[in-house]
């Protein structure tokens, strides 16, 4: 799953390199990071947020029970979903300018051309919320009949999409007069169906696109719901923090969104890849011990979980922090991207790492609470460190600047996971040392080693003049091959060696 999602990221990582080069960070930038901010945070309400966490258990616990009520249970939240999504994108399209106003300060606004641009942009591209949530639904159906690599791949199709787009439409569209960005609203639009239509295939080999009927009123999908709007009051928390942030970064300086938004591109990276796979792989794994009543396997799957997030976050973090410059030079520093986007990026990018770890435990522990039918506790423990995240960042936006906006969002995820652990703590009967083994120590340990030895090689090649490129692969070996050197030194060669194991297995 991990590599079939390194696919789509890599993909992702190329569009936002062809649109940096393209449109660097700029008033116009803003705008099309301001009108997908909308589809954006409506897909977390609709697909990749509540819905999913309420949803895979429930079809879990029904397919192992009877497919053929399983597959209706599909049907009926397929028309659900595409019903309340529709409409909500009719609402965009129609109040995209009340939108638009409410998202941003008076300062974006009062740019006609901006403001024009963003309304557009927030029409053009609000179907994408339709086609994301049935794709969401698509995967989380897939996952539970042990499909993870194709379905993990749909994402790709998208970025593929949008890049042709980019290429393919800028040019055109600059040639008739319209701003080249436009070619952003069309290919977010088709990549979020072609994204769609990606996982049909997959479908029809397990006969899950079997017609047989919808039961409305079936405890299972008032179930379903009723968790949804349950999770819905969480996300839509973030959805406000994001308002909020969204709102101070507009109010700054010309750019900030856009530095704010590529810092966080990055950042999601290694999120995406490996805190996501781990997420979705363990709720699968975690739901299906849990409802089969094996709930001491069940809580081994989740520490298992929970380590190889650590396992692969915390060199991760290391890795980005300390190649933080060269990372974004690479990146994105052509074209249009100057030297001042670039600082500005690293500084928001290293502002954020900081959560890094957090977010990967994040995406592992909070849909636990929905198996165990506790999701009231994520939702609080969510609204709460959003709460105080916006506290924080109001009271130190114009004392700080614009980088407070990523501190706060790795305050309030830290804030927000130590609160999940205790309560697990709590409902699982593991105590304390079930976050805290031997591992957790070395995983630490080897961190903190390479994180020295990388540094010291960092340094010593650039004082050596050599590329930002040769800088990065080169300390990025080094620090990679010190951290299971590090591992193994201590004892922990059988843990890496069967990870390297089921690795190449899957690679062969």
Known sequence: MSVATLSSRVLGFLREIIFASLF?????????????????????????GSFSAAFVPIFTSEKNANEDEAIRLFWTMAIVLIVLTTLVSIGVFIFAPELVMLLTDEKFTSDPKRFELSINLTRMMAPFLTFVSI??????????????????????????????????????????????????????????????????????????????????????????????????VGVAANQINLLVTTILATGTVVGAVSWLSYAFRLFQFPVGILGVSIGNANLVHFSDEWRSGDQKKAITFLQTSYL????????????IYVLS???????FKRGAFDTRDSAMVV???????????????????????YTIDKPKVAVYTSSVSV?????????????VGFEILAYGTSLSMIFNVTCLSLFLVKYLGIGFRFFFPLRLLKIVTSSVVIYFIMTYFRDFLISSQVSALLIFLITSVIGGFSY?????VMGDYRYVSSFLRKFLKRKS
């Open 347 to 369: 500084i928001a990018l290293k502002a954020y790492l900081v959560g890094l770890p957090f977010y990967g435990l994040y995406k592992v522990l909070s849909p636990s609470f």
């Open 308 to 319: 190889s997030a650590l396992f692969v976050m915390l060199p991760a973090m290391v890795l």
């Open 135 to 232: 794709a969401a639904l698509f995967l989380g159906v897939l996952n539970t009949y042990r499909m993870f690599f194709g379905p993990a791949l749909a994402p790709a199709s998208f970025n593929v999409v949008m890049i042709m787009s980019m290429l393919g439409l800028t040019p055109l569209l600059e040639s008739k007069g319209y701003s080249g960005i436009y070619s952003l609203g069309v290919g977010v639009f088709l990549g979020g169906f072609v994204q769609m239509l990606f996982q049909v295939p997959m479908l029809l080999r397990k006969g899950i696109l079997k017609f047989k009927g919808f039961v409305f009123r079936s405890p299972k999908v008032t179930e379903v719901l009723k968790r949804m709007s349950i999770g819905t």
């Open 325 to 331: 410059e060269q990372t974004v030079n690479i990146a």
């Open 24 to 48: 660097g960070a700029s008033g116009l930038t803003d705008a099309y990071h301001v009108a997908f901010r909308i589809p954006n945070m409506l897909r977390d309400l609709f697909a990749e």
């Open 484 to 488: 299971v050197v590090s591992l193994c």
């Open 387 to 399: 709460l105080l995240n916006i506290i924080f960042c109001l009271y130190f936006i114009d004392r």
